[in-house]
């Protein structure tokens, strides 16, 4: 079995080892590779193991013996599914490997800006404790979480996880779902309401045409100018230029994303110098722990396949 490994350095930067694959077969990994080098280089590959590299319809025509695609993700917009079925390419995904990891860097973006640990440690540093009157001071003031209310667009399992800790703060709940099932500790809204209420509103949902640009101008207009926005989900949810304008402006406190529309992103990026707004390089899901999972995923679902029962085949 001829296993090709697109882009293995997110997977793996050098912390894990790729023995789970090199297991079931014979394995050529990259750390990246561009479409060309892909088609190149995969002509013999059965099994084409991908991240966030693109594999198109004109790509598979090209690589007659392509037989599965693993995706190391949740998401896998970045495969022609539709041509993947149509030759008979099995498509498989890995879920919830990282709900934990992700829902703790939520919580690190949502301290950041509540308790904001580093900016204090600069001060001292910079000798404002030293040069202090007082035992203690702050730069801004504190607020606690206890109270407040935590809104989630989306519940599924990074949610749920961000839920559970948002509970152990004392925070209040409220969420957004399509079709929401009654769940003890979570009041279920409107997303009117959601983003209305919200004083910390966090992104969870899919990526689909009906939540593209999910957040713009018009909702951005119904947060309070307190309120904080975050975004481990997918950029694409946020109209960034809107966002931009309404952090200029002040109309809601903040921003902490760890995705945007393109990544990495252009230089010019409206939000890359956009006031009161924390970005961090899509590593909500790469903690060592988190990764790991993902990698025995991704190849328990290609023994699966090559046993003749394949599991996490995406629609």
Partial sequence: MNILILDGYTLNPGDLTWAPFEALGQVSNYDRISAAQTVELGRDAEVIITNKSSITADMMAQLP???????????????????????GIVVTNVRNYGSRAVAQH????????????????????AGGWVACPDFSYTLSPIPELAGKTLGLVGYGGIARSVADIGRVFGMNILAHRRHPEPETGVDFVDLETLFRESDFLSLHCPLTPETRGLVKARTLALMKPTALLINTGRGPLIVEEELANA?????????????????????????????????????????????RRLMDGAAENLKAFLAGKPTNVVQ
């Fill in 65 to 87: 013996r392509l037989r599965y695609i693993g995706v190391t993700a949740t998401g896998y917009d970045m495969v022609a599914v539709d041509a993947a079925r149509e030759r």
């Fill in 247 to 291: 952090l200029q402006n002040g109309q809601l406190a903040g921003a902490a994303l760890d995705v945007l529309s393109a990544e990495p992103p252009k230089a010019d990026n409206p939000l890359l110098s956009a006031p009161n707004c924390v970005i961090t390089p899509h590593n909500a899901w790469a903690a060592v722990e988190a990764r």
């Fill in 106 to 125: 939520v919580f690190a973006l949502l301290l950041n800006f509540t308790n904001r640990v580093q900016e204090h440690s600069q001060s001292v540093r």
